[in-house]
């Protein structure tokens, strides 16, 4: 079974960067489709973004990412590029494969990985 790992998840100052990545190693990331998400204290897990898979380059963006966030994907790893962060974007943020990217996404979620931690704050 896919097992998916996030990484680069960290603590940034508002305005900065950061860029998650999503392997799952020893498979094939880009024969799926895969979604970002992310879930702040208190408050139910979001769909932030989704890539579908192959070349097809589909993606949704959610509002309140877009022109902020940008996904992208190589044969192995998908990134979450994210940049003018501010402290709403203080969540654990997961990677999950899909089966549609489309803008219900959250709907199609096969499995999900352990989630990193990004912190925004001065």
């Known amino acids: 079974q896919v097992q998916l790992v996030e990484s680069g998840g960290g603590l940034v100052e508002p305005g900065g960067s950061l860029r998650l990545s999503c392997a799952a190693p020893?498979?094939?990331?880009?024969?799926?489709?895969v979604g970002w998400f992310r879930q702040a204290p208190g408050k139910e897990r979001e769909g932030v973004v989704c890539?579908?898979?192959?070349?097809?380059?589909t993606t949704d963006y959610a509002d309140s990412v877009k022109g902020r966030f940008t996904i992208s994907r190589d044969k192995n790893t998908v990134y979450l590029q994210m940049r003018s962060l501010t402290p709403e974007d203080t969540a654990v943020y997961y990677c999950a494969t899909i089966n549609l990217c489309q803008i219900d996404f959250s709907d199609y979620v096969i499995r999900w990985g352990q989630g990193t931690q990004v912190t925004v704050s001065s």
């Open positions: 890539i579908s898979s192959g070349d097809d380059g």
């Open positions: 020893g498979f094939t990331l880009e024969y799926y489709g």
